[in-house]
């Protein structure tokens, strides 16, 4: 297969990944049960499910009170993009 298609499912699924992981912690935030950590939730967002951290944070008002997060990942998210360009020209 091609890489830039095995990298389009990677990214997909990270992007879910990040999604869900997003919504876990901020579930067992209102329950007051054990959490995902916050390195946790930024690396995942480093290793490219940047989006679905950030569509995850607007979607379930989880870590918007947070710099790390709020600044954090839309730079992360900026940095890929920049990169990707890069990359491709």
Request: avoid cysteine; charge should be positive.
């Amino acid at each position: 297969m091609k890489f830039e298609y095995l990298f389009g499912i990677y990214l997909v699924a990270v992007n879910l990944i990040a999604f869900i992981l997003y919504g876990i912690d901020k579930y067992k935030s209102r329950k007051s049960k054990w959490r995902i950590s916050e390195r946790t939730l930024i690396i995942i967002a480093l290793i490219g499910g940047s989006i679905g951290a950030l569509l995850a944070m607007k979607a379930f008002r989880h870590k918007t009170k947070h710099k790390k997060f709020t600044i954090g990942v839309p730079i992360i998210l900026v940095a890929q993009i920049a990169t990707a360009i890069y990359i491709i020209l």
